[in-house]
């Protein structure tokens, strides 16, 4: 049965794309190393007449899929299980531009296409396409509206799923879904486009996407400034959303833990305000518009002089040039390598109202303080979001990995539990996977949980598509 399977994947794609000997780890083992799988193949098509075909031969033989992108996904949902029977399909090779409609602003690509070259692409044609995370090199644009990713730009922008107008899907059963539609305004009937985005290749394969795009801005200013406490921060934003309206694009909280750690272990790099008394928090701020530089600075000097007078600021930098923007949010963009080289922690990308940050962030750091004496703070995020990354490092100088053997689990029930306390989301941008399936039936009510699972069970009755992965196995 395999073998035939086997063969007819080979005859589909061709003998060179379908991978079943050698070192597979790039496919087996997922971004952070949390764990290592096992393929029955890797199966790399090259058109969605392809996918279709493998989807088919898969489903004939009762195999289950587990759709890649670039791979770069933190809760193992790109990865085989480790029972050596399931197929990796691998977008890698689907990574053409279709098309852009520059008068619609728009463009159709392919499902593997890396999401720089989206944007270079987006940029070649005088427009932008504003997604941008920090794996941008590597993931994929299936890959992201797959996990509906959100990044530094989704205050003024949105996330994925609002970057995108239509998408082409393969079903479950090998049908082909064209929804690659350029409209912004379709009201017929239920929104199979946002089903699918977000739904972690749970429901179907994305082979291509229509994405929104936008006038490149004009003037982009950065600024960094230090703050005397979570609500200063906040405090801040609003005056930032007030002052800047639509031209807020980026709104970045950092503790002074998290930068201590690039001090620490990127010395090279200039961080500012680091250490500086009084100011537990800095805040990087970003304007891009469509006026002049000189009329965007004006206005954004202004905001910064009215943060002092409020007092919710105590010292701030405005990037002079591009080149020393760059070096701020190099800063930022510093923070989850330097805390991998501290070591082991246990990483959680939650969301809570911004509103409800400062409240949530002095309960829960009391209460780990409390409960977990010694264990380091590592928070930092999309403050503008309501979104922060709240990691926990191991006690300095102790077993990092015995660390979390031991606490991982309670750590996070402590953790999620203020964040479902503060009407959070355990997951903000990262997605469920199979890292979280079994977060997800503890915090998700039942009532959404059995709408998740009927839908499952309407699109994909065999349960080849990613088992396991968002909804576990029943
Ligand atoms: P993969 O990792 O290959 O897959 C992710 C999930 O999508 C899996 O469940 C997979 O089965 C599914 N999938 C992939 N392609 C398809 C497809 N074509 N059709 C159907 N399902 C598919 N995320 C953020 O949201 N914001 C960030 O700021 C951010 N920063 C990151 C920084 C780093 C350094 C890293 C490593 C990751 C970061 N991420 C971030 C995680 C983010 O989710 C991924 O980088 C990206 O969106 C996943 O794209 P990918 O192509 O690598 O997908
Ligand atoms: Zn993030």
Redesign the pocket.
Known sequence: MTAALLDTLRQIVGAAHVLTDGDLAAYEQD?RRRQRGRALAVVRPASTAEVAAVVRACAAAGTSI?????????SV??TPDASGTQVVLS?ARMNRVRGIDADNLSMTVE?GCVLQSVQQAAAQAGLLFPLS???EG???I???L??N????QVLRYG?ARELCLGLEVVTPQGEVWDGLSGLRKDNTGYDLRDLLVGS??TL????AATLKLHAQPVARLTAWAAVPSMQAAVQLLGLAHRHLGAGLTGFEAMGQFALSLVVRHMPQLRVPFAGLEGAPWCVLLENSDSESEEHARARFEHLMELAFEDGCVLDAVVAESIAQARELWHVRESI?LAQAQEGLNIKHDISVAASRIPEFVAHTDALLAREVPGARLVTFGHLGDGNLHYNVQAPEGGDAAAFLREQEPRVNALVYDAVAAHGGSFSA???V?ALKAGTLVRYKSPVALGMMRAIKQALDPQGIM?PG?VLLKE
């Open positions: 971004w587990v759709p890649q992108g670039g791979n770069t996904g933190l949902g790109s977008l499902a995370l920090a794996a590597s993931c994929t299936g890959g992201n797959a996990t990713a959100g990044g530094t996330n972690e290749g179907g394969i994305i082979t989850p941008e990262h997605g996977g990613n992965c």
